[in-house]
């Protein structure tokens, strides 16, 4: 087992607007960096902040860097657990096959019981 593997992760959960708020990118952003870092990483995308797998993310705010952001977690393997809620039903949503893990509030508790640190956006 490595130390990666065994260190708790770090939660990074996003709820801000890609649509309004830079603040989803650099919540991913962020992310990205921890996980380059050698830190396990779990992303947790609660309400409006699932729209960072929305097909049409490239027109929002920081769109571009979404996507690209996104992308690089797709070839990392990288899970996003989303808020069960927020899922949409579309065929406009989660077009780059990333591995979802549906969440409610008592498997975003436990994720951040679990957890070293949780950054919240």
Avoid: C
């Avoid at 919540?27 to 947790?44: D, H, P, Q, T």
């Avoid at 729209?51 to 996104?70: F, N, S």
């Avoid at 065929?91 to 979802?100: F, S, Y």
């Avoid at 508790?109 to 950054?119: C, E, I, P, Q, T």
Wanted: proline share 4%; hydrophobic share 50%; glycine share 8%.
């Amino acid at each position: 087992m490595t130390a990666r593997a065994a260190a708790a992760p770090v939660l990074v959960a996003v709820s801000a607007d890609p649509q309004t708020s830079h603040r989803a990118n650099e919540a991913i952003r962020i992310a990205l960096g921890i996980l380059a870092g050698e830190n396990s990483v779990v992303i947790a995308l609660l309400g409006a902040g699932a729209k960072i797998l929305d097909a049409e993310v490239e027109d929002y705010t920081d769109g571009e860097d979404i996507a690209r952001h996104v992308a690089t977690f797709r070839k990392l393997g990288q899970p996003f657990h989303v808020e069960r809620a927020a899922i949409p039903s579309g065929r406009n949503w989660n077009q780059a096959g990333l591995e979802i893990v549906p969440l409610d509030g008592a498997d975003l508790a436990r994720l951040m019981a679990a957890s070293r640190r949780v950054l919240v956006f």
